[in-house]
């Protein structure tokens, strides 16, 4: 029996992943650009082994639960061959198990290794505080899962080994500002670039369930949104002039190519059929309000995933100021500041 923690930050995008070129691979339509944040880190634990697995899953927290969970509809003979899974303390849902199970499948496929495992993963970014958990989450998962089957990988396979869970994870295993590149299995990975100082302001408009995923409403999108053609090329050609911006320091820049691909990201979305739409005008006020600190001088940019919160790009100095504006004047209750977070690491076993 192998086991092993990881612990993995969220990412917030600067330039947006939205749209996959291959479903199977998980290979983006576009390379993207994110920064990973010093908050709310996922930890996750993974021990492999036949049958303890299961009772070391049931040994930790909920214990009872997860045994049962484990041994429901299959028998107790059966239940050491499947994986277990512990969430925030509670056992998952058949739907969180199966996608954890089909990614350690792929681990254990690399890894010539057939025994079930245990996880258990803690993730502490606040419910609904808008930040996909999903990217933590796998890349914490990959981290945790590679070491405990023995596989060494490096930054760049773990990266692609993440980006199977979820496109996004990808970027959360190196630290600081990523890219994660379009291309192939083998050339779609993620790694750091060099950049100015930033800070991001996160501000919850809204901690309800988003009203659909962003996987689901990526397949829209790319079936039904007539601008999705359109979205290929102008974000290549975004991503270029944001590596260029990030390799010259320019914030100014930065921030407007941020702002600009978030909006053109919703447009996008926006376009599908049946429509889709994240941005809520609570979400619109946080631009509006942040477009009115620049006009006096304050420099912010607003972006915004799949959900109607907004995180606020700006600089490390500015970021107290940014969140009391957005207290005072947008009616943000507890904005959170981030600084760029590390990569993922595993923490002693
Ligand atoms: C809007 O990485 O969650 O946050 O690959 O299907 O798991 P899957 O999608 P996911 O999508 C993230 C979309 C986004 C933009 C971004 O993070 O670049």
Redesign the pocket.
Known sequence: MTSATAIAHPNI?LI???GKADETL?LPATG?L?MTLDVFPTRTTVTVGEGAAVGEGAAVGEGAAVGEDAAAGTGAAESADRDTLQLNGRPATEGELARVTKFLDLVREFAGDTRPAAVVSENTVPTGAGL?S??SGFAALATAAAAAYGLDLDTRDLSRLARRG????SRSIPGGVAIWHAGDDAASFSETVAAPPLAMVIATVDAGEKPIS??EA?RRTIATSPFFPAWIPSTAASLELMVAACAAGDFTRIGELTESNALR?HAVIQGSEPPIRYLTAASTRVFDVVAGMRAHGLEAYSTA??GPNVVVLTRPEDAAAVAATLSAEAGIAEPVIALPGPGAYLVGA
Do not use: E, Q, T
Not at 166 to 169: L, P, T
């Open positions: 995008a947006k992943y939205w998980s993207s994110s996909a999903s990217a979820s496109g996004s994870a962003s996987r990526m990201m995933d799949a």
